[in-house]
T-cell receptor, first 115, second 112 residues
Framework: DVKVTQSSRYLVKRTGEKVFLECVQD?????MFWYRQDPGLGLRLIYF???????EKGDIPEGYSVSREKKERFSLILESASTNQTSMYLC??????????????FGPGTRLTVL | GENVEQHPSTLSVQEGDSAVIKCTYS??????FPWYKQELGKRPQLIID?????GEKKDQRIAVTLNKTAKHFSLHITETQPEDSAVYFC???????????FGKGTTLSVSS
């Protein structure tokens, strides 16, 4: 059974703070993804990674960076949080590097509020 | 960039009715077409997918049909039940292998 976990379910931060969102998967998946989900906008891809230390920009990378130092862990970093980054953040993983037709398994999400 | 549209954005049906959600996409190189379901407060989960060499795929009460010429694919749910109430996302693969592009979602409500 695939497990994707995220470090926090709820997070409240102040404008300008540096924010780290952590995601861990336990199924030796090569691909990992970060999305944000906003009402009426669906899931929008921020960044993804198909291998350790590799990263690719998604549709909305501005204001975010990522880190993948170990295969099982993919971190999303907000260098200087802003109120428009208040959102639900979902992490996902899938099996094969650079073959995106595998099922994506999602984490439970982190609801981030930036005040 | 890739344009993905889902219709309708909301759908209300009576228990036992059928529901159809349509997804149109713009990238003619797309070759993988999944549907994800997200129940309230839960994470999205894959429910069915189809590849471009197949026109239709069925799994019990759900089916997906693909029209590559017209660049759309549809989710069909028959004999709907209250537990089918959820948000459904289509997510065609963009540029034949880089990333899934999720639609904005369709909220399905099944009333008993």
């Amino acid at each position: 059974d695939v497990k994707v976990t995220q470090s926090s379910r709820y997070l409240v931060k102040r404008t300008g703070e540096k924010v780290f969102l952590e995601c861990v998967q336990d199924m030796d998946h090569e691909n990992m993804f970060w999305y944000r989900q906003d009402p009426g906008l669906g899931l929008r891809l921020i960044y993804f990674s198909y291998d350790v230390k590799m990263k690719e920009k998604g549709d909305i990378p501005e204001g975010y960076s990522v880190s993948r130092e170990k295969k099982e862990r993919f971190s999303l970093i907000l260098e200087s949080a802003s109120t428009n980054q208040t959102s639900m953040y979902l992490c996902a993983s899938s099996l094969s590097g650079q073959a995106y037709t595998d099922t994506q398994y999602f984490g439970p999400g982190t609801r981030l509020t930036v005040l | 960039g890739e344009n993905v549209e889902q219709h309708p954005s909301t759908l209300s049906v009576q228990e036992g009715d059928s529901a159809v959600i349509k997804c149109t996409y713009s990238d003619s190189a797309s070759n993988y077409f999944p549907w994800y379901k997200q129940e309230l407060g839960k994470r999205p989960q894959l429910i069915i997918d189809i590849r471009s060499n197949v026109g239709e795929k069925k799994d019990q009460r759900i089916a997906v049909t693909l029209n590559k010429t017209a660049k759309h694919f549809s989710l069909h749910i028959t004999e709907t039940q209250p537990e089918d109430s959820a948000v459904y996302f289509c997510a065609p693969l963009y540029q034949a292998g880089t990333a899934l592009i999720f639609g904005k979602g369709t909220t399905l409500s099944v009333s008993s």
